[in-house]
């Protein structure tokens, strides 16, 4: 096991009815808020008339960048800047999903910083100081609710980059499982891809010794395992929402990968895509996964694949190593497709186009991977996938 | 799933080495040191010696509490609230396992309290402001490096009980697993024993749809049952030590228990054991969670008991739910006996004597149990443990 260093900041007020707590943590920063959201769902569902009572009754004042992209833009993130700026912000809330978490984030670091964004997107060592940010959360997926990471795109330059710092960690978030009923079936099925992916990404790692990590890896993905499916099919189904919901947060806090902190894979895949496509995170990752897998299945990695097909997917231990590992990827597959996640690229429209360039900057850092991968692997692997 | 709060703010550094954060910790705090240890290992280890040489070099003046006993007691925090007082105290560094570590919880809290420090252990509601706390972990076992739990024992009244407050987590945590390479080998077995408790206190529960949490409780205990023995045979493998070690930890933070939180039981019972004869705890819960397992195990409880057997010990899942149940709880107990733990209370010299008394005080609460238990139950419980 690798030392690390582990504390989550973040306040977490999970379940029914505990935006309760919404009042106090906002006040506790200021009156002046920016509220930060996307589409339209917050509306139709009533939670921002929830929020909107709320403010008025505690005397908030309200400010608002609505329209946060799915794959939030750097443009977007400098029109909350100079709102923040414009209106003397406090503090800011960000309801939705990583999207408006994500921009929030960067959003509350940039007031405090004399240059542009876009230069604390690149380098994240830069955030010396950020405004406190709250969160309710409406989708489970990214985890950003309890950890310090953020993604943002330059769309004019088909970058898709990540950003960290211990600031951007929210100082409440608000978990209410009903909040995500209303998720469409697509989005529950993206969503939970993007959890086990957070997993997967980390559980594939060489570390020595990583073993109680690896057993919460596998206690978390067999709760999305077990819970994808009947959200995806019953998306009142508070108990299924609730497993997801605090599964997601878990799966990126730390107790998954402090010990074991190796370079992600299929998220700098996946992100050029989204950069060069828009296409949902999620659904990429779950159309890249297994194509990685079958990629790097070799005779360094096969136990790894062994712990992943018998602790995870129940396959029997004594059959040949190279079976289990093949059975599993099978198996995670045949899952995705129980979601009606597309199972490749073509189906959402990505084409041979620019895959070489895509290639190319996906495997930067990619030579620190679990399995290492030069930008021929990755084009193998676009190209597999597609 | 219950409603919950979850935040961890310990800030936790784990590994080799990791003492060099001690100054900057410290040194956030003040310059006037309480020491609070209990026997000598801390001298013999060396340990002692290292953390003089950072006190002269950082300019710390300290001053010391030693021996803390393995139960502490109410009489050993009135003297460090003392020593606080009297050389104006700025922190707390507690050195050892959980007695040092819960000792100075309640210390940090009764220096900035009017009253009696005993005051604090039957109401932790009374705690309004407390010293901040630095702790150097030597022994894998209680969890208390990580939460906001005290245990104090009053042995004129036979009195051991628990008291929290969110003020008792320590600021900063070093956990090097090294420091528990000298821990005795019936000490590692004791303390493997009172992590695993602290896990199957929560996992025994009745909450519906408390999934992730099972699984991840799972994890932790396959964790133990596989490091336990490795660690017990052979104390320096750093591996072993720091899975207990983190295991230890996460077994108490919340992971396992926010969202189905339920009334222990065997710890209440195990307390009355060492409140009135001193044993080890991880020993006393070693030797009464059988007993207490085989007492419970009916038709309404059979179900977690196949869950128990299956996840936890591997055992085939299309047996008979009480043949399943019965062999985890045989499983469980050889497992004790292979780390040589007593598994009877008469060869820790209990007797017959204050049974009855130390039933009506443990079954104080247990109505709300996992199974309810009264205080017929627990006699009989503590009698099969004879």
């Given at each position: 096991m690798n030392n690390f260093a582990y504390q989550i900041?973040?306040?977490?007020?999970?379940?029914?009815?505990?935006?309760?707590?919404?009042?106090?943590?906002?006040l506790k920063f200021g009156h002046r808020v920016l509220l930060v959201y996307g589409g339209g769902s917050i509306?139709?569902?009533?939670?921002?008339?929830?929020?909107?009572?709320?403010?008025?009754?505690?005397?908030?004042?309200?400010?608002?960048?609505?329209?946060?992209?799915?794959?939030?833009?750097?443009?977007?993130?400098?029109?909350g800047v100079q709102l923040c700026r414009q209106n003397n912000v406090d503090v800011i809330l960000a309801v939705g999903g990583g999207s408006s978490i994500d921009c929030a984030?960067?959003?509350?670091?940039?007031?405090?910083?004399?240059?542009?964004?876009?230069?604390?997107?690149?380098?994240?060592?830069?955030?010396?100081e950020a405004l406190p940010l709250i969160v309710i959360l409406t989708i489970a997926a990214t985890g950003s609710e309890m950890d310090r990471f953020a993604v943002i795109?330059?769309?004019?330059?088909?970058?898709?980059?990540g950003t960290f710092s211990p600031l951007f960690y929210p100082k409440v978030s608000i978990l209410d499982p009903e909040y995500t009923f209303t998720v469409p079936k697509n989005q529950t099925a993206a969503g939970t891809a993007d959890i086990m992916s957070h997993i997967m990404e980390r559980y594939f790692h060489n570390i020595e010794g990583a073993y109680v990590q690896d057993r919460l890896s596998e206690g978390l993905l067999k709760t999305c395992i077990h819970y994808g499916p009947i959200a995806y099919h019953e998306p009142n189904n508070y108990e299924a929402r609730a497993n997801l919901m605090w599964a997601s947060s878990l799966a990126i806090d730390g107790i998954t990968w402090r010990g074991n902190d190796v370079v992600n894979s299929a998220h700098p895949m996946e992100h050029q895509l989204s950069a060069y496509h828009d296409i949902t995170h999620g659904v990429g990752l779950a159309i890249i996964?297994?194509?990685?897998?079958?990629?790097?299945?070799?005779?360094?990695?096969?136990?790894?694949?062994?712990?992943?097909?018998?602790?995870?997917?129940?396959?029997?231990?004594?059959l040949d190593p190279y079976e289990i590992a093949d059975s599993a990827i099978k198996k995670l597959e045949n899952f995705y497709a129980s979601l009606d996640i597309p199972s490749t690229l073509r189906e959402v429209g990505v084409t041979e186009e620019h895959l070489v360039t895509m290639a190319e900057k996906a495997s930067n850092g990619l030579?620190?991977?679990?399995?290492?991968?030069?930008?021929?692997?990755?084009?193998?692997?676009?190209?597999?996938?597609?």
């Open positions: 900041p973040t306040e977490i007020y999970f379940g029914r009815g505990q935006i309760k707590h919404l009042e106090e943590s906002l509306k139709r569902t009533g939670l921002y008339q929830t929020i909107q009572t709320i403010f008025s009754q505690s005397g908030v004042e309200s400010f608002e960048l609505a329209g946060v992209e799915p794959n939030p833009r750097i443009d977007t993130v400098r029109k984030k960067v959003i509350s670091a940039a007031v405090k910083y004399k240059g542009d964004a876009w230069d604390l997107v690149k380098n994240g060592n830069l955030i010396k795109s330059d769309m004019n330059t088909n970058d898709k980059l996964t297994p194509h990685w897998m079958k990629h790097i299945l070799n005779e360094k990695t096969v136990g790894k694949f062994v712990d992943f097909g018998v602790n995870v997917w129940g396959i029997d231990s004594s030579e620190n991977a679990f399995y290492p991968l030069t930008s021929a692997d990755v084009l193998a692997i676009y190209k597999a996938s597609l």
